[in-house]
């Protein structure tokens, strides 16, 4: 007659349980950067974080990078000027996509101006985040954002201005401002998920 297991032998068989569980999950992420494009204040930092954890890997900002590196962005953008702040920018988000593994890389607004930079993200399953000036001026601290300190409303223009470059390195689009930020990250989360189980390729609007 078989002994009866005692509690310490199911708690160490349940923990094996649970990690083989979380390893199949992380098996259905895609073993390379995710990236986040989009907009000034589209929130991208907000809902990297949260995909992050709810995926279990990394999360990188990259304008997070150059400020740890370099400053303050707005005070860079005064002291050096926009064309020096997309050059180290470019770089940096070059070394963030060249890491292996599974993570996910927010872009600040700007990045898709760089032709390597967009060169750089065809490898990548790249979601565009998209919101409206209305939305963004509710919530945005102006203060940080040089390009839009001295003029709120440049942000629809320079929105049109690089739209084309959005939708050109993008493989699906999520509004941020037509959802709470728990069904957002419900919604991306399963996306990301997916983009593990097939070849790849852009998707639609959602």
């Known amino acids: 007659m078989p002994l009866?297991?005692?509690?310490?032998e199911e708690r160490i068989e349940g923990?094996?349980?649970s990690h083989r569980r979380?390893?199949?999950r992380r098996r259905r992420i895609p073993e390379t950067a995710v990236v986040l494009v989009g907009p000034m204040?589209?929130?991208?930092?907000?809902?990297?974080?949260?995909?992050?954890?709810?995926?279990?890997?990394?999360?990188?900002?990259?304008?997070?990078?150059?400020?740890?590196?370099?400053?303050?962005?707005?005070?860079f953008f005064?002291?050096?000027?926009?064309?020096?702040?997309?050059?180290?920018?470019?770089?940096?988000?070059?070394?963030?996509?060249a890491r292996p593994g599974s993570r996910i890389v927010a872009l600040g607004g700007g990045a898709v101006l760089a032709a390597s930079t967009r060169a750089?993200?065809?490898?990548?399953?790249?979601?565009?985040?998209?919101?409206?000036?209305?939305?963004?001026?509710?919530?945005a601290n102006l203060a940080r954002r040089p390009l839009l300190r001295d003029d709120p409303d440049a942000w629809g223009r320079i929105l049109e201005e690089r739209r084309p470059l959005y939708e050109e390195v993008a493989d699906v689009t999520f509004r941020t401002d037509r959802t709470t930020k728990d069904q957002l990250a419900r919604r991306v989360s399963g996306?990301?998920?997916?983009?593990?189980?097939r070849s790849g390729g852009p998707g639609g609007a959602a």
């Open 41 to 75: 204040a589209a929130g991208k930092t907000s809902l990297g974080r949260r995909l992050a954890k709810d995926l279990g890997i990394p999360f990188v900002d990259t304008d997070a990078v150059f400020v740890r590196d370099h400053g303050a962005i707005a005070e």
């Open 15 to 17: 923990g094996g349980a």
């Open 191 to 197: 996306w990301i998920r997916g983009q593990a189980r």
């Open 78 to 97: 005064a002291a050096h000027g926009e064309a020096e702040f997309r050059r180290i920018e470019a770089e940096i988000v070059a070394a963030e996509l």
């Open 120 to 139: 750089a993200l065809r490898a990548h399953p790249v979601v565009l985040l998209m919101t409206t000036q209305e939305a963004v001026l509710r919530t």
């Open 22 to 24: 979380r390893r199949r």
């Open 4 to 8: 009866p297991r005692n509690r310490s």
